[in-house]
C-alpha cells in the first residue's frame, strides 16, 4: 500500500511546481498620463515583467523589464536605461496592496569613482485590475527545487552515459579511456566514474575528510556542473571551475541556512538570496561572501531595509518599510545581522575637499578637477594606511567621490560651484 502513495505525492508535487510559476500575476489598467494606459504581467519563470503601452490612439508598445526583487506585496523592476540619454535611468514598484506602479526616474553622475544615481522625480499611478496574491515563500522554495532538480537531471543523464561503457581494464589509470572505473589517490581520495585520457571527467569523490561530490571533474576537481555533500550535513548543488563553487548555485548549511545565487572562488558574490534561520532575508549583492552594494534585508515579521551595504553593513540612511508596506523615515536596525559577515576589522573614512571646483571644472573632467580628486584619493590611501599601520596592510571595499555640497550663489564669479568629498570603507588585514 505504501508503494501506492509514491505516485500521487510525487505527481501532485510536479503540479504544485507548475502551478507556483504558471499563475498569472498583473496590474492592468494603469493610467500612466492623460495619453497612455499600461499593463504589466509578471513572468515568475522568466524573472521578468512584460510590458504594454497603449495609447488614446490605439498605438501599441510591447517590451520586457527584468525583476529585480519580489517581496510580500511588491514587485521592483531593474534599473533601466532611458531615452532621455545616456546617463538616465529609470525604476518601478508594482505594490498589489496599494494597486499602484511607482516610477522613480534618475540621473547618473559622471566623474572619477562615481557611481551615483540621483532622484530626479517619483510618480504614484493607480491601476483598475491588480492580481498579486503570489507567495513569496512558495516562489523562493521552488526556485531552490529547480536547481535540485537540474543536478537530479545531470545525475541521471551521467548514470545512463556510464551504463553503455565498458569497465577499464589496465591497472594503470593513466591508460584508461572512454570506460567505467575506480581509482584512490596516495591523498586518499577515492574516484569513481568515467575516465578519459587517464583522468576521471565525471563521476564520484570521496574525500578523506568524509565528503562526497558528484558531478563532473578536470584534473581531478570539481570542475563544471555538480553536487558537495560535507561530512557536516553542508550541502551545495551548482557550479563548480578548478575545485571552488564558482559560477551559480545553492548553497544549504546543516544549521537551516540557504543560499541562492553567485558564487567565485568558494565565496558568496555577485546577486543572491541568503535566507537565515530565524526568517529574516537579505536579497541583493555579495562580495567575497559578505553582503556589499544595493539590498533588501526583511526581517521576519514583514519590515525590511532597502539601501546600500558595505562588507556587511547598512550604508546610510536608505529607506525602511513597516510590516504593511508603507515606507518610513529609517532609523537603523540592530545593523542586520552583521556579525555573519564582517569577521575582519572594518573602518569607514570620509574626507572632505579644501577648495571648491567650478560645475564645468568637474563635469569636463579638467586639470583643476582632476587635481582636486586625486588629492582626495591620496589622503584616503594615507590615512587607510595609517588607520591599518599596526596590521601592516588593508583591503579598499568601497571608495567613491561625491558631490557634498552646492553652492549657486558663490561670492566670487557667477558659475555654480561644487564642494567634493571621498568616502569609502576599508579592511584591515
Known amino acids: 500500500m505504501k508503494k501506492l502513495l509514491i505516485i500521487p505525492i510525487f505527481l501532485s508535487f510536479l503540479l504544485f511546481c ?55 506585496n511588491k514587485i521592483v523592476s531593474q534599473k533601466i536605461k532611458s531615452t532621455k540619454g545616456k546617463d538616465f535611468y529609470y525604476q518601478y514598484f508594482l505594490n498589489s496592496k496599494t494597486k499602484s506602479v511607482t516610477k522613480l526616474q534618475f540621473k547618473k553622475e559622471s566623474g572619477a569613482d562615481i557611481n551615483l544615481f540621483n532622484l530626479l522625480d517619483k510618480r504614484k499611478n493607480f491601476c483598475l485590475d491588480v492580481k498579486g496574491d503570489w507567495k513569496k515563500k512558495k516562489i523562493d522554495e521552488q526556485k531552490i527545487k529547480k536547481e535540485e532538480e537540474k543536478i537530479l537531471k545531470a545525475q541521471e543523464k551521467m548514470k545512463k552515459e556510464q551504463s553503455k561503457l565498458i569497465d577499464c581494464q589496465d591497472n594503470d589509470y ?23 585520457d587517464g583522468e576521471i571527467i565525471k563521476g564520484t569523490s570521496i574525500y578523506p575528510g568524509g565528503g562526497k561530490y558528484v558531478g563532473v571533474f578536470k584534473n581531478f576537481m570539481p570542475h563544471g556542473y555538480g553536487t558537495f555533500v560535507w561530512k557536516n550535513g553542508d550541502q551545495y548543488l551548482g557550479e563548480w571551475q578548478n575545485g571552488k563553487t564558482h559560477g551559480s548555485g ?21 546577486q543572491g538570496t541568503l535566507y537565515y534561520i530565524d526568517g529574516n532575508k537579505y536579497q541583493g549583492g555579495f562580495i567575497d561572501g559578505k553582503r556589499h552594494g544595493e539590498g533588501t534585508f526583511t526581517y521576519s515579521d514583514g519590515s525590511a531595509y532597502i539601501g546600500r551595504f558595505i562588507a556587511g553593513k547598512e550604508d546610510g540612511l536608505g529607506e525602511c518599510v513597516s510590516k504593511d508596506g508603507k515606507s518610513l523615515p529609517c532609523k537603523s ?8 559577515f564582517t569577521g575582519k576589522e572594518t573602518h569607514k573614512i570620509s574626507i572632505i575637499a579644501k577648495k571648491w571646483v567650478r560645475i564645468s571644472q568637474y563635469e569636463a573632467n579638467s586639470k583643476k578637477g582632476k587635481k582636486v580628486m586625486n588629492k582626495l584619493k591620496l589622503d584616503f590611501e594615507s590615512e587607510a594606511a595609517e588607520i591599518c599601520a599596526s596590521k601592516g596592510s588593508y583591503n579598499t571595499l568601497e571608495k567613491r567621490i561625491e558631490v557634498l555640497e552646492i553652492d ?6 557667477l558659475e555654480t560651484k561644487l564642494q567634493l568629498g571621498i568616502n569609502g570603507v576599508i579592511e584591515c588585514e
Not at 496590474?27 to 515568475?44: D, H, L, M, P, T
Not at 545553492?250 to 555577485?270: A, L, P, Q
Not at 549657486?408 to 564669479?413: H, L, N, S
Request: overall charge positive.
Open 18 to 72: 507548475n502551478y507556483a510559476f504558471s499563475q498569472s500575476y498583473y496590474f492592468k489598467g494603469c493610467k500612466i498620463s492623460n495619453a497612455v494606459e499600461a499593463s504589466y504581467v509578471i513572468n515568475i519563470e522568466k524573472n521578468v515583467i512584460e510590458v504594454e503601452l497603449k495609447a488614446v490612439d490605439g498605438t501599441v508598445q510591447n517590451f520586457s523589464d527584468a525583476i529585480k526583487s519580489i517581496e510580500k
Open 174 to 196: 593513466k591508460k584508461w579511456t572512454k570506460c567505467i572505473g575506480k581509482y584512490q589517490s596516495e591523498s586518499g581520495h577515492k574516484y569513481d566514474g568515467l575516465f578519459q
Open 250 to 270: 545553492t548553497k544549504i548549511w546543516s544549521d537551516g541556512r540557504e543560499y541562492v545565487g553567485g558564487f567565485k572562488n568558494d565565496k558568496m558574490h555577485g
Open 333 to 340: 536596525k540592530a545593523e542586520t545581522q552583521t556579525k555573519d
Open 408 to 413: 549657486e550663489t558663490p561670492a566670487y564669479g
